[in-house]
């Protein structure tokens, strides 16, 4: 009994912190919550660096895009387009531009959006970049208000050798940048030991690039977990604009699965500007899935931006149904709050 008001009491203490806002004026190197997270977890590898070279043939603006331009000029893409085969790779000397309600997307675990382009990067109000991963090079970027780049749920697999998704059939939360939440109560294991999914990929912190991980299911025939954050990297020569929305969320695991672990988010650029949304937050579920990874490398940076990394809510109509004292645990059960949010300005 003592164990069990134990566990409620340490699930209870990640609620009271649900999210982080950030003073804009704050900048050097933060990093949140890593302290109490090394917990003698195991720290797999580094994933490999990102996208190395030989990627698909580019596609063209107007033949494989629908678009008016061309990538050697400016491409602008007035089409929603759905890919459904294959990694996406757009490059060009150029700029791009995606019109105002375009959604492109490539909505299959793990499918990759690269745009490599040496002129500017416009995403317009109202458009929509959807995939696994979201690559974006370009001179200037500009994610204007009402725009979102949404990886949402569609991660590929995690590194090898990393335990983000829980065994068993408990309904856990993933784990990537903090530990997935846990239902489960265990008078047979220390507190500190239930927990859903593990942390992963520390030696990454700077430059993050690793998926999140689908949560734990509550049944032996079907996995109901919630599927692991995907990734966005946008390397910017120049200015970013981020007005719009930058969301690595996990996936939600209903009220039989746990959610999944948030994704990657990493900007680099001169300078920043734009009061958007950058969010790496656990799905929900039966138990939440922990927060993914964020961070931020610019020069200058002005603006306020929301910065979401924490773990998530845990949905428990179905717990409270079987045992009272566990829909108590369960409705505080969010995974890990904060993984690692690294903002960097050299200023
Ligand atoms: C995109 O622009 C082209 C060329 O102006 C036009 O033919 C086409 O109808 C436009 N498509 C949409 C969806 O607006
Ligand atoms: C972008 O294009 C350049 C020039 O072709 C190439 O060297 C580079 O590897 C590409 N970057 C990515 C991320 O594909
Ligand atoms: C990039 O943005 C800067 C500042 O907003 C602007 O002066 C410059 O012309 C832009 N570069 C390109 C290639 O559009
Ligand atoms: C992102 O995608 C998820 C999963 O499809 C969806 O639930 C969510 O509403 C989307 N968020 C935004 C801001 O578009």
Known sequence: MAQTLFICTILTFFTLNPSLSLDPGDFSLIEFGADSLFHGDYTPPSPPPPLSPPHPPSLSCEADL?????????????????????????????????????????????????????????????????????????????????????????????????????????????????????????????????????????????????????????????????????????????????????????GDGGINGGGGSGGSIFVKAHRMTGSGIISAAGGNGFAGGGGGRVSINVFSKHDETDFFVHGALALSERASALVPLLFQCCLRATGELLSALILHTDV
């Open 66 to 250: 629908n678009g008016i331009g061309t990538l050697e000029t400016i491409c602008k893409l007035n089409s929603s387009l759905v890919f459904q085969d294959d990694d996406v790779y757009i490059e060009g000397a150029g700029s791009v531009h995606v019109l105002p309600g375009v959604t492109l997307s490539c909505p299959i675990l793990g499918c990759s959006l690269t745009f490599n382009v040496s002129g500017d990067f416009v995403l317009s109000q109202n458009a929509a970049l959807i995939a696994g991963t979201v690559y974006i090079t370009a001179f200037n970027a500009s994610l204007v208000y009402g725009s979102v780049v949404n990886v949402t749920g569609l991660a590929g697999d995690p590194p090898a050798q990393t335990s983000g998704t829980p065994e068993g059939v408990q309904g856990s939360g993933g784990g990537h940048g903090g530990r997935g939440a846990s239902c489960v109560v265990d008078n047979m294991k220390l507190p500190d030991d239930v927990w859903g999914g593990d942390a992963y990929s520390w030696s990454s912190l700077e430059e993050p690039w690793s998926y999140g991980s689908q949560g734990g299911t509550t049944s032996k025939e079907e996995n109901f977990g919630g599927k692991g954050g995907g990734r966005i990297r946008l390397v910017v020569v120049n200015e970013i604009e981020v007005g719009g929305s930058l969301i690595a969320d996990g």
